[in-house]
């Protein structure tokens, strides 16, 4: 590990900018969600939060799941927003079966209202069991659903693919899901 590493700490509010809360190092994200690396850089340094290109290039570079976008000298999160904004990403025909990872005790509630985005802008799925495991595991033993994407286009549903390759849906009712 070399001294400029940055730490988990940098990296998560990195995402928080980016998905959920832009204002609170002064930075204002356009309509899909881009802000220039050089204005992010220097309004995280201005907030406080300490951060060289090399740090931000690491941070972007090592994110397992392939976080951010780079395109023009700009940079966003691929997916995970809860500010309003429009991907404008285009609808694309899913897999037969898209797969969402969650735990036990959320069962009842999704049984009921199906997926929901909550926090989130979208409701986030994969194409395979293993990612969704990881993400419901973050909570508990995780519980995988099968989602009958192909049928909920069918039925008119829009499914949109973020870079990273997450799916993305506004919501999923309950008749398209398995446990
Ligand atoms: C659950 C991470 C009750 C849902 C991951 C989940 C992912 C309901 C939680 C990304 C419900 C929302 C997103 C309902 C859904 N009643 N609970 N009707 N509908 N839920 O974090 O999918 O590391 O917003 O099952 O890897 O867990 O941040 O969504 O448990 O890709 O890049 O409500 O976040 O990526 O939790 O995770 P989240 P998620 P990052």
């Given at each position: 590990?070399?001294?400029?590493?940055?730490?988990?700490?940098?990296?998560?509010?990195?995402?928080?900018?980016?998905r959920?809360?832009?204002?609170?190092?002064g930075?204002?994200?356009?309509?899909?969600?881009?802000i220039?690396?050089?204005?992010?850089?220097?309004r995280?340094?201005?907030?406080?939060h300490r951060?060289?290109?090399?740090?931000?290039?690491?941070i972007?570079?090592?994110?397992?799941?392939?976080?951010?976008?780079?395109?023009?000298?700009l940079?966003?999160?691929?997916?995970?927003h809860?500010?309003?904004?429009d991907?404008?990403?285009?609808?694309?025909?899913?897999?037969?079966q898209l797969?969402?990872?969650?735990?036990?005790?959320?069962?009842?509630?999704?049984l009921?209202?199906?997926?929901l985005?909550?926090?989130?802008?979208?409701?986030?799925?994969?194409s395979?069991?293993?990612?969704?495991?990881?993400?419901?595991?973050?909570?508990?033993?995780?519980?995988?659903l099968?989602?009958?994407?192909?049928?909920?286009?069918l039925?008119?549903?829009?499914?949109?693919?973020?870079?990273?390759g997450?799916?993305?849906?506004?919501?999923?009712?309950?008749?398209?899901?398995?446990?």
């Amino acid at each position: 590990m070399g001294r400029n590493e940055p730490s988990i700490q940098l990296s998560k509010t990195v995402a928080y900018l980016l998905r959920h809360n832009p204002a609170a190092a002064g930075l204002e994200l356009d309509p899909s969600g881009w802000i220039d690396v050089e204005e992010l850089l220097e309004r995280m340094n201005a907030a406080g939060h300490r951060i060289t290109a090399d740090q931000l290039d690491a941070i972007i570079n090592r994110s397992d799941k392939r976080r951010y976008e780079i395109r023009d000298g700009l940079i966003r999160a691929a997916q995970g927003h809860s500010v309003p904004g429009d991907l404008d990403l285009a609808p694309t025909t899913p897999p037969a079966q898209l797969f969402h990872g969650t735990v036990e005790r959320f069962l009842a509630s999704i049984l009921d209202q199906g997926l929901l985005s909550g926090s989130r802008t979208h409701v986030h799925l994969s194409s395979d069991t293993d990612t969704a495991r990881v993400v419901g595991a973050r909570r508990g033993t995780p519980v995988i659903l099968t989602v009958d994407a192909q049928r909920m286009q069918l039925d008119g549903h829009e499914f949109y693919l973020a870079a990273n390759g997450v799916w993305l849906v506004q919501h999923v009712p309950v008749e398209y899901l398995t446990v």
